[in-house]
């Protein structure tokens, strides 16, 4: 069938239209004609033959056409387009078109159409069923859906309403990470027009009798659920990216796991990527739950949106070669577009092979895309995502116009709290930026605006896994380049969630991905291209014996240990590696699995260790114990706590090989603690780490490569020819340092040395009850803060350490209402006092 609809003229000369824009950059000067004929001839075979077989190709043209040509067709073509749109149920398009009179004429359509409109959007016959499932709020929901459908709008939009008519209160929302925070918070300050609270911190006593919302990632659940008791009080559970629960060898599913289980009568929505039977393959066999399930798995004839496909071949020596493989099911069925001569050889340095890649590609960048489109260049790897971003400044000049107001702030925030001599302002003058878990929350946040916006300073983006954990990054332009894998398991899901991200419903129905093809190979990555529109399978990681022997895997044996954990995956381990019951808990003759009590932040301690830590604690005086509670803000009692900590939990022998030389740098930990406290910057972390190099209270070296610092005590021999000692006055090496503090504050003391705080305080509590409750180390814990000032800064969205810094100053006492913020005056006084180019400006615009 799909042969015999090609085969139609009509509908050969929309592919040939088509394929001359993307190739060629022109645009028939007959297109409203082509389209015309193409709409009709196109309506009339669907109507003889039907829909399935050829939607894919009538979706590509439709995007073609919204994307491209609404301004240039006329009101009769447009009208043929509404047609065919509602026709084959294509409804979210709609709000692309402009809905008057001459479109719509007929009343009675228009009312039927209108039916399906919330706001500005429209809705398909299976979002609407979502909607009504998740207001009925009597199962538990599974929701399987491409990146682009628009899950997270939908999910908010129905838990608003249902808030609105008092069928819920309190509910909670469940995100792998603290970027996707900032993404809800985003989309419901959009959606929401009601009275209610948001709350990202778990150390709080909220009332459950108003309307909470509740947007905590796994560890913060656990917190909250033993500080807030917040599980007695939900009415709704909201998971995204639940397709997480099936790696269970990740310490941070286990958490997510046993978040859940303090769940079981309480209604849940489970959100996942484009996979199939995720409840019988993971779901059911790591959650229990009271409630029926109802599972709603779409497939690739869903999708309202669509993607050009091609492969870039840069393996011959001095040739690229551009191939089409939009509708290709393998690399035999790839068209050939062109081939390009490049002075540069194809045999390169594996250490070096994206930047090379990347430097061969911008010879004929404006080849692929239009000079006023964005793009996004994916890299699979943090160090050398950095180095493809310095290739890309090195090709190109700087930029003519003048930076947005948002660019403009961005670039002051470099230079005040990051650093004047951060390379990445000389690339931003070049439309260049990166995207990696180095940077801090702010930078990260305006890149992903500005690559959301119409405006093009900043045009092409370098990213590493960022992109595929949810993160609303959009470009009409990916290119793909992917070295050997994608780090963490199911891969192959983690990529289809990369590609697609292109097309983008709020942005533009048509995206352009870019595979690089970098090895004479047939590779995986290159297969799945190809198929980056079916549905994939998922099943879970099969845990072995030998993980949980000796320690090497401490989280899933502390899982299996803990007694208030039962589910099928559970009992599946325990029986295939002969596992019966004891007085203890489980022995196979060989290793005994001894029960335990558990919250689940303390599953990364063996329990051993644990049982030894808190022994130390209970120890420990009453008055020792508030003295360390008290510390933050005062670098020698931190640092004094920080060693009582490694001592305690015994870091020398449980820290991971990788972070371990840096947990034993007690003075730097401190001195990033004590700052943060304090509401200083990465420049003055950079800066006291030069002073006391310069004073000769140690030296450092610089492992340019890795952006690795070390510390060594004067007199201590380098051994490591990686390194070299740092000068100040070296560019690269100041680069080093920079990255690597914004590195050990974004990582280090967030995911490292929190948790064994954290520990420490439930312990304290759990020996001696709620007089030793501290509300700074919580607010330390949550926020890096502890002036109350702050942390309602924080509870009314504003989060940037230099913004609240700012903020708490008697100055703005006037904005304050018990624990409210009247942001929006707040907002016209920052406007009068630092303009539209400051990032106080965009700290509060943002979250308005």
């Known amino acids: 069938m799909i042969e015999k609809y090609r085969n139609n003229k009509y509908i050969n000369n929309m592919i040939d239209c088509i394929n001359m824009y993307n190739y060629k950059k022109k645009m028939n000067p007959k297109i409203d004609r082509i389209i015309h004929n193409y709409l009709n001839r196109t309506i009339m075979f669907i109507s003889i ?64 159409i209108n039916i399906r409109k919330y706001g500005k959007y429209y809705y398909t016959d299976k979002q ?46 469940i995100v792998p990470t603290k970027a996707l925070i900032n993404e809800y918070r985003k989309a419901i300050n959009n959606l929401n027009k009601m009275k209610l609270n948001l709350f990202e911190n778990p150390y709080i006593h909220p009332n459950y009798n108003e309307n909470n919302i509740f947007i905590f990632t796994q560890e913060r659940t656990l917190v909250a659920t033993d500080y807030a008791d917040i599980s007695n009080n939900i009415d709704l559970v909201l998971i995204d990216e639940s397709q997480l629960l099936a790696d269970v060898s990740n310490a941070r599913s286990l958490l997510l796991i046993k978040a859940l289980n303090y769940f079981k009568k309480v209604p849940k929505v489970y959100l996942s990527p484009f996979v199939k039977d995720i409840y019988d393959n993971v779901i059911s066999k790591v959650i229990n739950s009271n409630n029926n399930e109802y599972l709603m798995e ?26 089409n493989a939009t509708f290709a099911k393998d690399s035999k069925e790839l068209v050939k577009i062109d081939e390009y001569y490049t002075n540069k050889l194809s045999f390169f340095d594996d250490s070096s092979l994206y930047s090379f890649a990347i430097d061969i590609i911008f010879d004929v960048y404006e080849k692929f895309v239009n000079s006023n489109e964005k793009s996004i260049i994916y890299i699979a790897s943090k160090s050398e995502s950095m180095k493809v971003a310095m290739n890309l400044y090195n090709k190109l000049g700087d930029k003519e116009e003048t930076p947005s107001p948002r660019v403009q702030a961005l670039i002051n925030h470099l230079t005040n709290n990051i650093h004047e001599k951060f390379l990445m302002l000389n690339f931003i003058k070049r439309g260049v930026a990166y995207h990696n878990s180095y940077l801090d929350p702010y930078i990260k946040r305006q890149l992903e605006y500005i690559m959301g916006s119409d405006e093009n300073y900043i045009d092409k983006l370098v990213c590493t896994n960022t992109i595929e954990s949810g993160v609303n990054l959009s470009a009409k332009n990916i290119f793909i380049l992917i070295k050997r894998k994608i780090e963490g398991a199911h891969s192959d899901i983690k990529y289809a969630n990369l590609l697609g991200r292109a097309a983008r419903l709020s942005h533009n129905t048509q995206g352009n991905l870019f595979y690089i093809k970098m090895n004479g190979n047939i590779t995986k990555y290159e297969k799945e291209f190809y198929k980056s529109t079916d549905v994939k399978i998922i099943k879970q990681t099969k845990i072995k014996y030998e993980d949980i022997e000796g320690n090497k895997n401490i989280a899933y044996k502390s899982f299996l240990e803990d007694k208030n954990i039962q589910n099928v995956q559970k009992d599946n381990f325990l029986n295939e590696n002969g596992f019966v019951k004891n007085e203890e808990g489980y022995t196979n003759g060989k290793m005994t699995i001894n029960n335990r009590d558990s919250n689940g932040l303390d599953y990364y301690l063996d329990l051993e260790t644990l049982k030894k830590s808190e022994e130390i604690i209970s120890k420990i005086s009453i008055e020792e114990i508030n003295e360390y509670l008290n510390c933050l803000g005062n670098y020698s009692k931190t640092k004094q706590f920080v060693d009582f900590l490694s001592e305690c939990y015994d870091w020398e022998s449980n820290c991971p090989t990788t972070i371990k030389a840096r947990m034993k740098d007690s003075s730097l930990i401190a001195t990033i603690i004590t700052f943060l406290v304090q509401g200083r910057n990465i420049k003055d972390i950079v800066n006291n780490r030069i002073e006391k190099m310069d004073k000769s209270e140690y030296n450092l070296y610089v492992d340019t490569n890795n952006n690795y610092v070390k510390k060594l005590d004067i007199g201590i021999q380098n051994t490591d020819n990686k390194y070299v000692l740092f000068d100040k006055q070296n560019v690269e090496h100041l680069n080093v340092l920079i990255i690597n503090s914004l590195e050990q504050t974004q990582n280090l003391i967030e995911f490292h040395v929190k948790k064994y705080i954290q520990d420490f305080y439930y312990r304290v509590r759990k020996i001696h009850g709620d007089i030793i409750e501290n509300k700074d180390i919580g607010n330390f814990l949550e926020f890096s803060e502890i002036d109350d000032k702050k942390i309602i800064l924080i509870e009314n969205g504003i989060v940037d350490n230099f913004a609240l810094s700012e903020f708490s100053k008697s100055e703005y006492s006037k904005f304050y209402n018990n624990r409210k913020i009247d942001l929006e005056s707040l907002l016209g006084y920052i406007k009068d006092k630092y303009g539209n180019t400051s990032p106080f400006y965009y700290s509060i615009s943002d979250v308005i």
């Open 49 to 112: 033959y039907g829909l399935m077989e050829i939607r894919s190709i009538v979706l590509y043209c439709i995007n073609f056409i919204i994307d491209n040509c609404l301004n240039i067709i006329s009101q009769e073509t447009k009208s043929q387009l509404y047609e065919i749109i509602t026709s084959i149920g294509l409804y979210p398009l709609l709000s692309k078109l402009d809905l008057n009179e001459k479109i719509v004429n007929d009343y009675l359509e228009y009312l039927k």
């Open 298 to 323: 779409l497939n690739s004839n869903d999708s309202v949106v669509s993607n050009n496909k091609y492969i870039i071949d840069i393996t011959e020596p001095n040739k690229i070669k551009w191939y």
């Open 128 to 173: 609407i069923n979502l909607y009504s499932n998740i207001y009925a709020h009597n199962s538990d929901i599974i929701f399987s859906a491409p990146t682009s459908y628009g899950k997270t709008h939908l999910c908010i939009m129905t838990i608003i309403d249902m808030m609105k008519e008092g069928i819920i209160k309190n509910i909670l929302i």
